[in-house]
């Protein structure tokens, strides 16, 4: 194992409760801990994975009671000795105790320092790291599972197996190379690119995970659009009703439009209430048509309300102008307001209950559109169940991807088996890079920098 | 030890970071902790103070990687069988580990309910109890020092010794009632009743230190008043500068003032910036009156600024009103704009440095004035410095002194002994409501409810 210098910082969310964690790491770290400890046993005497108690000294006085618990290298979250404090929660408290540990010679943690650490020493690969960072950041119960299969090691299992094949494809073409001079041929060359092209789809099948792990990370967007007066807010309301569990509203420079995130059975949804389209013949207005459209292109169903009253088919230039123009969303229309159709022809009536239709009024129709929703979302993210591909991942499959397709054009070329070995090598540089097998700082600056401190 | 059903609760702060802490009290708290952890080793077997890593499962899939502390009764902070789990913070994971734990037996814990037991099973007594409140709810470092000081049991052993004499003057007038018809006198009366006082004078020491307690729980209050243009603004954003630590404006129906919290020492410092005071020849016009008086009312510091430039007699009605009107504060003129002294005859500058002066402009007489405010809050807390008397308390320990006035009357006006006895016990009585050792269900309650959930 390495060991670095001695890193400290609070691990736990800032505020009142009743306990906040501070982690101590590194070289010399039970010496430092010993120093600011008062209990029964010294830390330096203590057996790892145990828990003292005691009292917590800073400049002269006891600031807290405290739990000290006591992890010896390499069992440890870094893979160095780790002494991890339970103290009372609060502002004052636990700062203090970073205070006190710095002044003992230990220095602040950077963002996902600790993390960083349990990598460089193995105790988990890339993947793993960003899937630690996933959780943490999980907006919805399913990316939150589906980040804790990738911690245990799903992506990275997925990722070995093909790591695997591909190393078996280089050695069997340069062993063939070895013998060049005897024209002995030991894998069929049909065979060979037949392999290599099945790798090629099992990397782009996995980067075109992508786009629905963004789904499980960021939550299934779902804009609401209509003219004025179709029922926007009060079903906006009706969506979020007690369902508000996890409320933002974006206090952007432009408040014209109102985003909420609710959960939806295990995913997360989040609702934009985008304001200012507006009818003019068959022309469709746009207030602020920039803002709208950036809204718009995030989101993957876009629901345009029409009241039924004005007829059922009033919104129908906006909805055909929306699927040509988001052609990557499900573009649907909801009839609202039914509960004025009295009047009504039976005939249209019916092409009304065909689709999606809602009065908020009568409270008909919510649930079935939040069924639709949650399976429209089911739908986006069935793909990769035990990895949330991110944006660095995806891109890496596809540049592996590449390098095998170049592999495979050489090797029907009958080219030199040293230019698909090459490309091959090339391709497992990629993969390599995405567990961290292959690294460099700059690697992983990307990746650590979007942790918190403490991590 | 009593052990009580299972409760569950996260004790960690909301919020996204590296850990949260789940913890889990009670009955067959490990055989629940066991339907949900799968490790080398069961929670069931695990030793004491031990800590164990493995998977969390619910819902028939592993939700997280977590850490299990381990604490068998009565070696715990409840006395009871304690599980702690570390689970990756956020918002999903730590409440799916207490729904899980929910569903496997355990219920919700209520507010303070942990450090209740704690209570019941004699961890720690009341006094203890609302230190650990006071430490997490602490804005100051001297605040939470004080309350760490009552955790380890400063305030308790003052009262053990009060109790102790008490109890001792008890046994002796009770002893002297058995031998009553001997008439044999085992205490000088005039020595009892001097005993009696001194007890009487500790209690109401104690009770009024509750002042400075309550300033170091919640600050010390500075309050700025001035004309308009004395540079109220300015000194405030001076005073803030670089340390604007801990920051709060009162989002209230009215924002006619500011208030923030900065640390100055190891004292929080209120500093209430009013607005509305306008001057009418000799008579003080209070814009939004009851406001600004309701405010100035919890100011321990009253500072009016005067723009010097104006002449630095300017101001002195409203110090004058202000030391009228505001018995319990002091109330100091600051002259402000000093910078803009130049034509100022010799005698008024005199005067003028004299006192308190400032340019912000030119940052002078900055540093002084915090200094000024620190001397002054540190004289108003210095009384008790091992607990935080707060009002349930001070309102006991008044009880107390007016029982033992009683009975020091008793004694002097030469009645039996058992009146004074009497009395004795009332006050103790009370004392022991203090520390807990005498307790009722109502008395729990309100102490109790003001804690946070997880703690």
């Known amino acids: 194992m390495l060991t670095f210098d001695p890193i400290c910082a609070i691990a736990t969310p800032p505020g009142a409760a009743g306990l906040a964690i501070i982690r101590l790491s590194g070289d010399s770290c039970f010496t430092i801990a010993d120093t600011c400890f008062r209990g029964k046993t010294s830390i330096e005497e203590a057996r790892s994975h145990t828990i003292l108690y005691g009292a917590f000294w800073s400049g002269g006085q006891a600031i807290d009671q405290v739990t000290a618990f006591v992890y010896r290298a390499p069992h440890s979250y ?15 408290v636990a700062h203090e105790v970073v205070q006190a540990l710095i002044e003992a010679g230990a220095r602040h943690a950077e963002p996902g320092e600790f993390t960083k650490r349990a990598f460089l020493n193995r105790k988990l690969d890339l993947t793993q790291a960003e899937a630690v960072g996933d959780i943490i950041h999980a907006v919805s119960t399913q990316g939150s599972h ?18 695997e094949k591909l190393l078996e494809l280089c050695g069997l073409l340069e062993l063939e190379l070895d013998f060049s001079q005897e024209d002995i041929e030991l894998i069929d060359k049909t065979v060979l690119a037949r392999r290599i092209h099945e ?8 980067a075109s995970a992508h786009r629905s792990s963004e789904i499980l990370r960021s939550g ?15 079903l906006l309301n009706a969506l979020l009703g007690k369902n508000r569990a996890i409320v933002s509203e974006i206090a952007g420079t432009t408040r014209d439009y109102i985003e909420e ?9 989040r609702i934009i209430d985008t304001a200012g389209f507006r009818a003019s013949s068959d022309v469709i207005e746009v207030a602020g048509i920039q803002l709208a459209e950036t809204l718009l292109e995030e989101c993957h169903l876009i629901l345009v309300l029409n009241d039924s009253a004005e007829g059922w088919e009033h919104s129908n230039p906006l909805v055909n102008s929306l699927r040509g123009k988001f052609l990557e969303a499900r573009v649907e229309c909801v009839q609202t307001k039914i509960d004025l159709l009295e009047n009504t022809p039976e005939a249209s009536k019916d092409a009304i209950f065909e689709g ?21 979302a089911q739908r986006a993210v069935q793909t990769v169940s035990d990895a949330l591909i991110n944006a660095r991942q995806a891109s890496l499959l596809t540049q592996a991807a590449s390098s095998l397709a170049k592999a495979r054009e050489a090797v029907q070329a009958g080219a030199s ?22 690294w460099n700082e700059e690697i992983l600056n990307s990746v650590f920098a979007k942790f918190c401190i403490g991590k």
Chains 1, 2 share one sequence.
């Open 220 to 234: 299934f967007s779902v804009g609401i659009v209509g003219y004025p007066n179709a029922g926007k807010s009060s």
């Open 78 to 92: 870094t893979g160095e000795d780790v002494v991890e404090f339970g103290c009372h929660g609060g502002t004052i």
């Open 261 to 269: 995130t609710l959960q939806i059975g295990s995913m997360a949804v």
């Open 417 to 438: 088996n040293e230019f698909a070995a090459i490309d091959l090598r090339e391709a497992l540089k990629r993969i390599g890079e995405i567990t961290g097998e292959v």
């Open 199 to 206: 790798a090629r789809e099992y990397c782009l099948e996995l």
């Open 356 to 376: 999606l239709h809602l009065s908020v009024k009568e409270e008909r129709g919510i649930k079935e559109l939040k069924h639709f929703i949650e399976r429209e």
């Open 146 to 163: 589906t980040a804790a299969r990738q911690l245990m090691g799903g992506f990275t299992r997925r990722l070995a197996e093909l790591r």
